[in-house]
Nanobody, 124 residues
Framework: QVQLVESGGGLVQAGGSLRLSCVAS????????MGWFRQAPGKEREFVAT????????DYADSVKGRFTISRDDAKNTVYLQMNSLKPEDTAVYYC?????????????????WGQGTQVTVSS
């Protein structure tokens, strides 16, 4: 069965950095577009970043552009989210997801598999 396992969340002060990791198993990782989404308390899940197979393209939500970087290591079946200059409004549960299509996908409904999430809390 497919599993996506996130790690790297935690508590950090505003202006700090965190790197999230998501290890995939049970699927041919290199074939999948991978994405990061987040959900804050009382809010809907929102797109954060996505990267296509072979890292040929990526895309970011406007709110994180210039601060977050998505990358992948197909040899390790892992996708990363480097988060710099964190703000209190970045506080959320962060989820990774896998989409079998070849295109960049910002719509959560297009993703086939999801991890369980990792909590990121940014204090002011």
């Amino acid at each position: 069965q497919v599993q996506l396992v996130e790690s790297g969340g935690g508590l950090v002060q505003a202006g700090g950095s965190l790197r999230l990791s998501c290890v995939a198993s049970g699927l041919t990782f290199s074939w999948y577009t991978m994405g990061w989404f987040r959900q804050a308390p009382g809010k809907e899940r929102e797109f954060v970043a996505t990267i296509t197979r072979r890292s040929s393209s990526d895309d970011y939500a406007d709110s994180v552009k210039g601060r977050f970087t998505i990358s992948r290591d197909d040899a390790k079946n892992t996708v990363y989210l480097q988060m710099n200059s964190l703000k209190p409004e970045d506080t959320a549960v962060y989820y990774c997801a896998a989409d079998h299509s070849v295109a960049l996908t910002t719509d959560s409904r297009e993703y086939d598999y999801w991890g369980q999430g990792t909590q990121v809390t940014v204090s002011s």
